[in-house]
C-alpha cells in the first residue's frame, strides 16, 4: 500500500469546507427544530366536533374483529375531550364502540355516530343493524348518522348500493336524527346522485392528500375554495365538513410539509375561517392513531390534536414549539464527536492537530444526522422487525463513518494510502440506495426518505473519493458501476414525481449524486488510462 504526500491546500479548504459545513447544518437543524415559531391564535380552544377512535394502545386495530375497547376506557376519554369539544364523530358500530352515545350524552356531547360500510354483505348488514339500534335508543344525542365513509374512495360499493344502505337506515332511525354519507369531496361531484339518498352532505377536504398537495400556507383557501365549489353544485342542500386536518409528521408531499407547526398554523386557520362562515365542522382526530401506519406510513398515524398518550401536541394560542428536545441533538453530536475521537486514536499513524480536528467534526455531524434518523425512527418504526432493521442501519452507517472518519484524519496527515478502505461498503450502500430508490419510485406514496442515515455514506464517499483523485476505483466491478447509474436516476425520478417542488426530493438527489459521482468518475479515468499508448 503507497502513501502519498499530504493534500493540496485547495484540497485541504474542501475537507475542512465540507466538513465544516456537515457539523454547523447538524447544529443549526436541530437549533431551528427548538425555535418557538409565532403563528396566528385561534378563535378559541374549544373545537365543534372531532374524530374518535380509541384505539390507540400498541397493537389495537379496529380491523381486529375481536378487539374490544372497554366502557370505562371510553369514559376516560370522552370526560378529557368534552373539556374542549362539543361533539364526536366515530366510524364504526361494535368493538365497545356502542357505547359512545350514551357515555357522551354524560358528558353534554353530542355524537355524529358512524356504520361502516365494506365488502362484505354480512358485516354490513351487521354495522346497519347495530347502527339502528343505537340511533333509536339515542336519538337525542345523536347529530346524525353517516352511512358509510370514503367507500367511494376504496372501491368497495356501487353508487346505488350505498343509496339503498342510506335509505334502509333512514326509514328506520327516527325523523329527528339526519343520515348522511362521507367522502373525499371529488367523489360528490362524480356521484352527484348520492346527494337524493341523505339528508345532508358530508365532504372530506385534506389539503395534504390531495392529488396536487397544498403548501399549508394556501390550505385554508383551498378548503374555501372546495366549499364553496360544492356547495355550488348541490344548491339548497347542506354540506358539511366530516374530516379536515394536518399531519404532525411523515413524507413531505411537494410542498406539502408534515410536522406539528404546520398542523397547529392550519387547524388555527381552518377554525377563524370556519367561524367567520358558520360552517359545520369535524377535524380529524382526537388521538394520533398508530394502527393507521400499516396502511398510510408514518403520515397516517400523526393526525390527532392529542398524541397516544393523550397529551396535548400544541396549544391553539401563543407561539409553538416543534421539538421541545432540541438539545439532544447537540448532545448526540458531542457524543460523536467523542466517539470518533477515540476511534481515531486506536492504531494511529498519523500525527498532527488536524486528524484530531477532522474527527471531531466528522463525529459531531455523524452524531446529529443519526439523532435525525433516530427521531423519525420514533415516529415510523411499528414493531421490533423494523426497529432491528433500522438499528441495523444505524449500525453499519456509524461504522462507516468512522471507517471514512479515520482514513481522511490520515489522508489530511499525507500518511493514508489513496485507496479508500471498506470497498464492499460502498457496494452495499450503492445497493440499498437502489433499492430504496426503486421503492420510492414505484411505491412511494407512504414511504419516508431516510435522509439522516444515507447522509453519513453518501457525504462520506462522495468527500472521499475527491480527495482521493478518484484512483480508488480501479477496481470497480461492473455492478457497482451500473448502482452508480441506476442510482441518481431513480432519485432524479422521486424529484420530477413531485415536480421539483419537494426540497427533501432535491437533497435526496444530491446525497446519491454524491456517492454515484466519484464511482462514474473513476470509471471514466480508468477507461481513459487504458486507450492510452
Known sequence: MSSTPSLSPRARLLLWLVLAFC???GALWWWLL????ALPDAPSARIACVSYAPFREPGETPYDLKAFISPERIDADLRALSQRFDCVRTY???QGLSAVPEIAGRY?????MGIWLGRDPVANARQVELGIAEAKAHPDVLRGVVVGNEVLLRGE???QALAEYARQVRAAIPKSVPVTYADVWEFWLRYPQMAKSVDYLTIHILPYWEDEPVPPEHAVRHVAEVYQQVKSAFPGREVMIGETGWPSAGKPRRAARASVVNEARYLREFLDYAGSVAMPYNVIEAFDQPWKRAQEGTTGGFWGIYDVHARPKFAMQGPVVEEPRWWLGWLAGGAGALLFVLAGALRREWRGTAGWGVLLLAGFATGTALAWQYRQMLYACRDLLEWALSWAGCAGGLVTAIVLARWLAARIGGVASTVLPGGWLRFAWLFLLALEGLLLVF???YRDFPLGLALLPCVGYG??????????????RVEERCLAILVPLLAAAVVAQDIG???VTWLWLGLNLAIAVPVLIGWRRIGLQANQP
Request: hydrophobic share 40%; no cysteine.
Open 108 to 112: 353534554g356531547m353530542k355524537v355524529i
Open 157 to 159: 360499493q356501487s353508487p
Open 463 to 476: 468527500l472521499a473519493g475527491w480527495l482521493s483523485g478518484w484512483t480508488q476505483t480501479a477496481g470497480l
Open 443 to 445: 411505491d412511494g406514496r
Open 34 to 37: 427548538g425555535r418557538p415559531v
Open 501 to 503: 417542488l419537494n426540497p
Open 23 to 25: 457539523a454547523f447544518a
Open 92 to 94: 364504526s358500530q361494535g
